[in-house]
């Protein structure tokens, strides 16, 4: 289990720039990947970005070429930097981390999240 506080969020104008931070604590070995997830009212939940520990990243289509993600592994830190922002983007923005930890009794296989931090984006 990890614990995940984000950071970042604010209000910004369309075109502008933020910068989010995911801070992990806890059994940060046993992560595997971490990712972040939007959610704006009304809808669905969606992937916004993805980061293996290996490096590999994926994005979803509506964000590419305008966000980055990145991570920190010795900091155990998740960012994401958000540049050229659309009104579309406002939601709030969960981190997420993807666990895999070995135990004496088994493999145990986890997706834990943190509690969000708000964006948005004006006209």
């Known amino acids: 289990q990890v614990q995940l506080v984000e950071s970042g969020g604010g209000l910004v104008q369309a075109g502008g720039s933020l910068r989010l931070s995911c801070a992990a604590s806890?059994?940060?070995?046993?992560?595997?990947?971490m990712s972040w997830y939007r959610q704006a009212p009304g809808t669905e939940r969606e992937l916004v970005a993805t980061i293996s520990n290996g490096g590999d990243t994926k994005y979803s289509d509506s964000v590419k070429g305008r966000f980055t993600v990145s991570r920190n592994n010795a900091q155990n830190t998740l960012s994401l930097q958000m540049g050229r922002l659309k009104p579309e983007d406002t939601a709030v923005y969960y981190c997420?981390?993807?666990?895999?930890?070995?135990?004496?009794?088994?493999?145990?296989?986890?997706?834990?999240w943190g509690r969000g931090t708000r964006v948005t984006v004006s006209s």
């Open positions: 997420s981390a993807d666990l895999t930890c070995i135990k004496p009794h088994g493999t145990e296989v986890s997706r834990d």
């Open positions: 806890g059994d940060t070995k046993c992560i595997t990947a």
